[in-house]
């Protein structure tokens, strides 16, 4: 399993439409191979990005979610957010989930 986390810096004039935008989400992912599941992780502390989560069965299920028609549809929604909604650069962090047991 691995988990894809793409951190936003959102301005705080357009935290609710970010928001919004997650809420309203076409969900096209959701009936995707090897898709698990999407979490926002909204930042405490003013500067700090949000963090959309992702979890998938294997990286080759991400890859084939980045290279689908549903992909391009779900990224290309009227109503996207300007380019000033976003104040800091980005960045995507794959990661593989280890899993331990409980003691």
């Known amino acids: 399993m691995i988990t894809v986390a793409n951190r936003m810096y959102v301005s705080p ?8 935008r997650f809420r309203q989400r076409a969900g096209l992912v959701d009936g995707m ?3 698990l599941a999407n979490h926002v992780l909204r930042p405490t502390k003013e500067g700090e990005p949000y963090v959309v989560l992702t979890f998938w069965d ?6 084939a979610w980045t ?9 290309a ?3 996207a957010l300007p380019k000033e909604a976003f104040n800091g650069p980005g960045g995507l962090e794959v990661h593989e989930v280890l899993e331990f047991g409980a003691g």
């Open 77 to 79: 929604r009227s109503g």
């Open 33 to 35: 191979p090897g898709f």
């Open 67 to 75: 290279s689908s028609d549903a992909f391009r549809q779900g990224h």
């Open 58 to 63: 294997s990286r080759e299920a991400f890859e």
């Open 13 to 20: 004039e357009y935290r609710e439409q970010f928001e919004q």
